[in-house]
């Protein structure tokens, strides 16, 4: 099973960009694992913010809106989330997530990385 550590994480002034990686510590390459960022909010539930499949086919939160972009280097086991224009309401533990459908199947979590959009 694969293990995940996420970085990246920080603080940033509204309006700005952070780039969080996660590393895998096992081969991703593999058209049954799905790639994700979570992200938990202060008070809030985990929620979903992007996936990313091995054929790179992505889906985002609609409250994205156009600012993040996920990423994966199968060849590196690396996982990116490209954020930009960030706002206070993106504060939130973000976590890496890989999940593995059909037979066996099985998901892990990073450890979580901190957002801060604070000025």
């Known amino acids: 099973q694969v293990q995940l550590v996420e970085s990246g994480g920080g603080l940033v002034q509204p309006g700005g960009s952070l780039r969080l990686s996660c590393a895998a510590s096992?081969?991703?390459?593999?058209?049954?694992?799905?790639m994700a960022w979570y992200r938990r909010a202060p008070g809030k539930e985990r929620e979903l913010v992007a996936t990313v499949t091995s054929g790179l086919n992505t889906n985002y939160a609609d409250f994205v809106e156009g600012r993040f972009t996920i990423s994966r280097d199968n060849t590196k086991n690396m996982v990116y989330l490209q954020m930009n224009s960030l706002n206070a309401e993106d504060t939130a533990v973000y976590y890496c997530?890989?999940?593995?459908?059909?037979?066996?199947?099985?998901?892990?979590w990073g450890q979580g990385t901190q957002v801060t959009v604070s000025s």
């Open positions: 997530n890989a999940r593995r459908v059909g037979i066996p199947s099985w998901q892990t």
């Open positions: 096992g081969s991703i390459f593999s058209i049954n694992i799905i």
